[in-house]
Structures are given as C-alpha cells and as structure tokens.
C-alpha cells in the first residue's frame, strides 16, 4: 500500500480548490478509501494498494497495473500511476 498525492491546477497554475477526483484501476491495484475533495492549495491524496498484484521470484518481471485519475470537467486532466507488485 501506498500514499499517492495529487495536486489540482487551472490553466494559470493556480489551484483548484473543493474539486472532487475520482480514480479507476486496471490489473491488480486498487483505491482504498475515498478521495477527499481538493483543499485550498488544490491538493488531497490517494491510498493505493498493490494487493491484488501476484509477487514474483527475484530476477522476474514485476507485475504491475494503472491507476488513472480524473475530474468531473470534461478534457481536464487524466493522470495515470504505475503500480508495481513485490518480488
């Protein structure tokens, strides 16, 4: 499991504040807990766990899937995280 932080910004660079982000994951990973809408400096964060990624013998390839993030406006940003599994 881990901490993901997220930071929010208009056009300008400014923050976006009270924005609600929501995250979808593909191949093993998964959003624990809800997101809490951006704070006054366009932040809030994310809890990822890589549970659901089969560990592997050293030497080996590490399994891995994405987790994308999104807002509610349309064409706004679409980050997307790795997530690696254990050895």
Known sequence: SGTVNLLLTDGSGNP??????AGTCEGGPSITGA?????????TTAN???????????????????CTFTTATQGGPTPTVTVYGAV
């Open 16 to 21: 976006v504040a009270n924005a609600q982000i």
């Open 48 to 66: 990822i766990s890589a549970g659901g990624l089969e560990p592997v013998c050293p030497g080996n390839p590490r399994n891995s899937g994405t």
């Open 35 to 43: 997101i809490a809408p951006t704070g006054a400096n366009g932040r």
